[in-house]
């Protein structure tokens, strides 16, 4: 059911194309997969990402499973059939949820997170982000949701620990996520045959900013044979140049015939480095949030409508782009309806943003294809302004 | 350049069927406008509005001209370019909200209203509602105004009196009303000779609740002879049974030749009642509201989608229904997206809710057309509950 066929490599880097099969369709790699975080990628509707082209959009299921419940989902029949939705779908785990909403609560330091996460050997309490209710997920818990949800990838349960944690935090959530990851494949495996559900299931490669954790992790992840393996716990403040060396430190130990997917990464400049290091699949809010602020990406980088220039402007966000905004409305017009508060503002730039992101990976698969991906990358970054 | 012909006259009611010819296209009427206050009908692209195949937008002068300002929009090419509709338009006069901004912000009482508004013998100072400085409005502004925009039809500047104002307030703010025609029509032939623009001057009725005065009005306004007649001040809080009761005082004083336009005017009881009496034009931001509040109509009345009984529901809004929210998502989906606060949620219950009217008129149209219009508004208000 899940097939992972490389179509070109790069021979100056780690890039290559790839077709992923899945029960709702293919998938061309490098893809990138807007996120539908409440089952919605923010501002557009199922019409618009299949106008965009998307391939492939996200779930969080920790949201889910707070609201409106995955049995509510499961019995509507799925998320593909919930949301109206006939092509793939990946659900994460809720693993980053259940940890970073307690850090984005302010509650930083080890001693405190564990205040309000508890993690025990079975699994982990948390309190629901919403009204403070205590949950407990465990990575049985977790895959089971995942089934009742449906989507066509779903990922381990997994312990993304806090950015400024110690070498010894690490590598125990590091550990602990490679026992839950054995844990969530055989819960995977038992649920699969006893529903005849087709689900591929992706470890999550752990460890930090540790080089000789991130090893160990891509080691035992890629062990474990599942379709598709996963780096989680970068771009969360460690700076690009770290991230940037860790995906080196692991690429060389997950599987080449397995596609690689760098969780939560999502501007221009990262996705071209990082498929440029062997990374297939990215997913990332930044696209869509940043719309929503009234930000938007040209080739030249990332500029604001709200800037007063724009007022008189009668050009599209960016010239040539063929996405529905650019091709029917102009920057004056753009820039009045995000000063107004206009939620049609949010839904053509958020469009644009989606686009310009699944454009640049089309881009990136066509110049993979022809041999011209490094040229490509370069002329790219060349124009393109620094976007931290 | 305008042109109204009357298609089909009902034989046991004033309902009749037309079309009215503009520059950007013909309106078949009757016909509910859909209301883009900024610029944008809330949370609808433009391409949404032409997959529910509205025939013509409403934009407020009084908003544009505070924020981006008319000549921004003239700047652009006008309103059609600048936000990218080449269908009809209409713009009103700013009038209403000059008066009932500043009800809306609690000074109710003559008085009061009068030391925000000021009413001289030239015009109106008020204040804007966004950031209190002082406007100066006239006739002849609001006109150059309308120009500047650049709407297929434009509204002639007039007072709406408060619903609670005495009799002689009334009378006075009708003959100001008539007075300020006179000179918008003038201002208008002025502009029209000097730009070669081809927009339509409308009328209004004022006269609040009191007969003499609303017929007074509708003889001085139909006497104007302009491509049409509109009704303004009803649906202001004076009921049902006053608003039918001054629709059927002042029809018979309006040319049967030209539009007949209820100013403010949307939900569907109103719209059969008022097609029955002669109407040919409305305009609501009911239809919007009330989806952004989570509410839609089905033939059965009005309901929320909040209650707990959608929960489970694979049902569409209203079965049958042929538009995108109905043709795709389910009550249960879109009862997540409303609680949730997703904007796709807003626009899928916004597209309900337009289309809902739309198809009203369409059906409306059509059984004017096979005679059979009485009995279609029976059957419909047999089942659809009372909305007030």
Known sequence: MFDFKISKKDPKSLART???????????????????????????????????????????????????GEKVVKKMGGLHKWISWNKPMLTDSGGYQVFSLAQEKGYTENTVIKAEVKIDKNGVEFKSHLDGK??????E?????EHDLGADIIMAFDECAPADSSKKYFSE????????????KKEHEKLSKKQKK?????????????????????????????????????SVGEGKKIMY????????HLSEKKPRYLMGVGTPEDLLECVDRGIDMFDCVHPTRMARHGAFWTDKGRFSIRNEKFKLDKNPLLKGC???????????????????????????????NVHFLLELMRQIRTNITKGTFKKFKHNFLKRFKHDD
């Not at 818990?141 to 949701?145: E, G, L, M, S, V």
């Not at 959530?173 to 969530?184: E, K, P, S, V």
Request: charged share 20%; hydrophobic share 40%; glycine share 6%.
């Open 134 to 139: 205590k949950h407990y997920l465990t990575p």
């Open 245 to 252: 060396d860790m995906i080196e430190t692991v690429i060389p």
């Open 141 to 145: 818990k977790a895959i089971q949701i």
């Open 198 to 234: 087709s689900q591929a299931l992706f470890g999550i490669v752990q460890g930090g900013i540790f080089k000789d954790l991130r090893i160990n992790s891509a080691k035992f992840v890629n062990s474990q044979d599942l379709p598709g393996n996963a780096i989680g716990g970068l």
């Open 322 to 352: 063929k996405c529905e905004t650019c091709q029917n409305y102009s920057k004056s017009y753009l820039r009045h309806l995000i000063f107004e508060n206009e939620i049609l503002g949010l839904n053509l730039m958020t469009i644009h």
């Open 18 to 68: 790839g077709i992923f099969k899945t029960p709702h369709g293919d998938i061309h790699t490098p893809v990138f997969m807007p996120v539908g975080t409440k089952a919605s990628v923010k501002t557009l509707s199922q019409k618009d990402l299949k106008d965009l082209d998307a391939e492939i959009i996200l779930a969080n299921t920790y949201h889910l499973y707070l609201r409106p």
């Open 173 to 184: 959530a590091m550990d602990r996520t490679h026992r839950w990851l054995t844990r969530c």
